[in-house]
């Protein structure tokens, strides 16, 4: 199974220029970045959750890798051509078409980078953009910040690449080589350790419907609200388990979760990548057992969201569900005893009901 590219990032704002592809593997919504080495091959794919950031363009052809195969390099050409392909697809692009390239130095120096063009030619590429981006007070200036760079990512290189490095973890480094149910069993014994999440990410893009990886994510997950530990790594676990069938009816962690946000409402901004994953946190919110607190978050949140597109969806339950929890509370102060007994059912009535709406169209 590999890893197929989903968009591409824009970050050349609709000039010829490098982009950023994001990937997805199939089973899983979260988008990764590719990680290579100074050979152009892929020693990791990361869960990138900013993409959201940034204007992005679709592929018109598909490409894939996977860890330890060649990377995947976009650009926009000359032409406006949206370009992928490996380092050697890549090179072999830049030497038919280097004439043309040139127009663009911003480009055209980007590629003799990529392409391993000797440092006396890469100094006049630097030149090439520094006169045609910048006033002159400037110049030279930033050719020597291109020159320290360089230097500099050649010493990291010759470092990462060295045999013995001094900061290089071994089980990180030899993560790739291990099966699937190695992982599982690591992660079992190692709850606490600072490294899980990056390990349970691997195992779970190995097998990712393995029931047994949601129900260890959600225990690590209790740990870390429950302690307020250092959430690194925290929301990218949080939007898969959220995701899996095995959330749906975790009282357990929607207590822990709702006690989490409730308290703070302020914390919730770390939680707004991807955009599904406030609609997700918001559908395992207990607002039976805090209602004013739910209510108070609710009211934030839609405050917080309104009007920005990506939330759309958010919003609309969030505006709903804030109905819904001011008939529960009404309900909660009738003095008839039928009434307040069965008012604990309409949350979860509307819940259930919202989600139906929305899986046949009708919302």
């Given amino acids: 199974m ?45 869960p990138y959750l900013e993409s959201d950031y ?7 052809v598909s490409a894939f890798t996977d860890i330890g195969e060649r990377g995947v390099i976009c650009l926009r050409s000359y032409d406006g051509r ?35 063009d000797p440092l006396a030619v890469l100094m006049d590429k630097w030149a090439a953009v520094e006169r045609n981006s910048f006033k002159k007070p400037v110049r030279g200036d930033w050719t020597d910040g291109e020159l320290r760079v360089y230097q500099k990512s050649r010493s990291i ?22 099966s699937f149910e190695f992982l599982f069993r690591w992660l079992v014994k190692h709850p606490t350790s600072d490294h899980w999440a990056v390990v349970w990410l691997r195992a779970i893009r190995l097998s990712p419907f393995d029931e047994r990886m949601p129900m260890i994510a959600k225990d690590w997950l ?17 939007f898969l388990y959220l995701e899996s069938d095995a959330s749906e009816n975790d009282t357990d962690f929607s207590d822990a979760l709702t006690e989490y946000i409730i308290e703070d409402a302020e914390r ?49 339950f969030a505006r709903n569900f804030s109905k819904a929890i001011h008939v529960y509370i009404e309900q909660q102060r009738s003095d008839d005893e039928f009434t307040k007994k069965h008012s604990t059912t309409i949350l979860r009535e509307w819940k259930k009901e919202y989600k139906k709406r929305r899986r046949d169209g009708r919302l």
Wanted: with cysteine.
């Fill in 54 to 60: 940034y204007p992005y363009v679709i592929p018109e």
């Fill in 157 to 178: 290189w010759d470092r990462i690449n060295a045999k013995d490095g001094p900061d290089r973890d071994h089980f990180l480094d030899t993560l790739n080589q291990h």
């Fill in 82 to 116: 949206i370009i992928c392909g490996n380092i050697g697809e890549i090179v072999e692009h830049y030497n038919d078409e280097r004439e043309n390239i040139a127009v663009f130095p911003t480009l055209d120096m980007q590629l003799a980078r990529l392409c391993g």
């Fill in 222 to 238: 209790i740990g870390k609200i429950l302690s307020y530990d250092d959430f690194n790594d925290f929301r990218i676990v949080l």
């Fill in 268 to 316: 919730f901004h770390q939680f707004l990548h991807p955009p599904r994953l406030p609609l997700l946190i918001l559908q395992k919110l207990d607002a039976e057992t805090e209602p004013a607190g739910a209510l108070r978050f609710v009211g934030y949140l839609i405050e917080r969201l309104e009007g920005d597109e990506r939330y759309t969806n958010t919003t609309d």
């Fill in 2 to 46: 590999k890893f197929k590219i989903d968009v591409i990032i824009d970050i050349s704002s609709e000039k010829p220029g490098l982009l950023i592809p994001i990937f997805k593997i199939e089973g899983s919504n979260l988008p990764y970045a590719q990680e290579m080495n100074d050979a152009y091959e892929v020693y990791d794919m990361k």
